[in-house]
């Protein structure tokens, strides 16, 4: 019997008693109150979806003795607007959809009468997470749907268990998924065959997540692009050879590893042969984890929460070339902690809450790459020679910090320095002389700055991509991507003066500073495009720059 979409608020009056199946979705049911279907002992299919079902009582389901399946999708529903025992006297109930309502948590209470239950799907409601033992009360379950949830970020620990007849479950397309619990599956939780998790957020899927199931068939994650390791970045998985992941992946694991971290050696393109702790997530708050062998290169202490090391906390690992401390909560650089790490090559330390790079924090290192970025990362403040003397530092990563100065004689001899990326802070420009300290510097990253472009003037020679770099200053070119701006266009002029003389002074006063310059020359003629400083200061700069290289090319000849 089929009534959907007639704008019923109730059950016809001459429904047949006999009926088995009755579709009463789209309509406008407001309740399901007492007795209501009291004359349908043999319904076998409910379908109540897509109403604006503000409660059922108690005895809503009454006499529904043969009832299989219901169907409570998109009715508006929440615990609180539930009897306790409102399925009591529908036990019989296989397949129940709660799909699109206004549940937090699985709502256990109400479901625990349920004893028949295989299939329940309680896809794209608001739950955040789905707590241990949440379905423990539903031993006849073969199937679980837990899809499309909007807030659902945490699986925890044994959150499926006393399920000895699962078959098949369904957490996939939650956005902001980014954790399982290693162990989310109770002992007796071993005939799964299907999983799904694709379209989630997340980075790792646990090793203890397949133990104990020998009748999974596949894990299904979609079709995702490799993000590790280097070598394969951006392939998708189908497409890789296994030949390819035996060169690139963990290829051998070392019979005892400290704590529940995992040790194996990695090969990759662009490191040595690396023998790696990895101890991401366990926990660690202060320590690094007992029974480390000295000969490892690679230790991974990420997402772990961590504020500070001992100093002591590394003095053994001589070997170590790479050390990841993304994700904690470092208030600031361990100096004391990494100062005899002599063969270290690579620091990460981005997603933390550093607020200030001291001077000497990298002393005694060989550093090659250090990467302080995103997240929590406050850093407002870089002291000089912070990283003074780094003869192998090759790349620098500021990126997504406060930034609002940075002074150049903080890389003080750094011979080989390449790479500075200094994108998204509030950084109004850099001087020349950062060429002169660094003068091995081929990429400059400014992106998400507002930059005075007039104060940036000297740069333009060497800028190859402008795109995501905006002027934030003069008021005239506010907003303007650097690549719109031209040598004669940045600063315009309101007057002109030409002066021919032998020996020139010229003073130039804006609202942040007064330089005064004389240059003596015996054939000079410079043109100076000046502003009127009583109207705007800050409306445009001061000299034009064709004129201004010119001028300062003059000066350095009569040296």
Sequence with gaps: MNCSGSELNALPKMTPNNVNKI??????????????????????????????????????????????????????????????????????????????????????SLLNTLNQLKNVSLSRNPMDRLQTSSFAHFAELEAIYLNEMPNLKVVEKFAFVNLPKLKTLEIRDNPRLIHLGGKIFGHNVMNIQQLFFQNNQIEIIPEELSKNLPYLIPILIGDPKCQFPKAIVGQSFSNITEKELEATCPSAWWEKCPGDCICYRWQDSNFLPMKLVDCRGKKIVDFVPYGIPEEVTGLDLSMNGIQHFKDNAFVHLKSLQYLNLNDNDLREIPVSTIDNLAKLKILLMNRNAIAKIETNSFKNLAVEKIEICFGHNDISKIERASFISLNQLQIIKLCNNKIDFFPTNSIQSTPVLGSLDLSNNKLTNITSDLFDRANMITSLNMAGNQIDCCEMLWAFDRMTNTRQTECGAPFTNVGKNVDQITEDTACVPTTTTTTTTTTTTTTTTTKKRTTTTTTESTELTTTFLTFNSTDDPDSGCKIKLSVLLAFFALIINNL
């Design 23 to 108: 579709i009463l979705s789209n309509n406008k049911i407001s309740g399901v109150v007492n007795r209501m279907f009291n004359s349908l002992s043999e319904l076998v299919v409910l379908d109540l979806s897509h109403n604006v079902i503000t409660s059922i009582d108690a005895h809503g389901l009454y006499q529904l003795t043969q009832l299989k399946e219901l169907d409570l999708t998109r009715c508006g529903l929440s615990e609180a607007q539930l009897e306790t025992h409102v399925f009591a006297w529908a036990g019989s109930i296989q397949s129940l959809v709660l799909d699109e309502n206004r549940f937090e948590r699985v709502p256990t």
